[in-house]
């Protein structure tokens, strides 16, 4: 049986993703959407809208993001802000904590085949 490499790359990046967009929050320090969006693709990691903001709603309901509605002038149209809350800036920590983990399992795995 021969393995569907796309569903498998689709089920890793669904477990990297929140790791990924707290991490350009946490850089950012506050980041609306859209700018998510384009900071994601430019890292050769794109992802709709139907995902990011379902999942951005998920983090704020979850206490991991504060939002903030601004303006950016009075002929502007409203943007939502992210920033991580304490909550999201421990949940993080721990998250990198155990990523840094299974990197350096991998790591070891893959020297074995030298």
Avoid at 14 to 23: A, P
Avoid at 91 to 100: A, P, Q, R, V
Wanted: hydrophobic letters at 40%.
């Amino acid at each position: 049986m021969k393995i569907d490499i796309e569903n498998w790359k689709s089920q890793i990046r669904k477990g990297y993703l929140d790791i990924c967009i707290l991490l350009l929050i946490q850089a950012k320090k506050r980041i609306y959407g859209f700018e998510l969006l384009e900071e994601l693709k430019g890292l050769e990691l794109p992802v709709k809208e139907g995902t990011l903001y379902p999942l951005l709603s998920r983090m704020a309901a979850d206490g991991l993001l504060a939002t903030e509605w601004e303006t950016e002038n009075s002929s502007g149209h409203p943007r939502k802000f992210y920033s991580l809350t304490k909550i999201g800036k421990n949940t993080l920590s721990e998250m990198k904590e155990e990523f840094n983990k299974l990197i350096i399992v991998y790591e070891q795995i893959k020297k074995l085949e030298n």
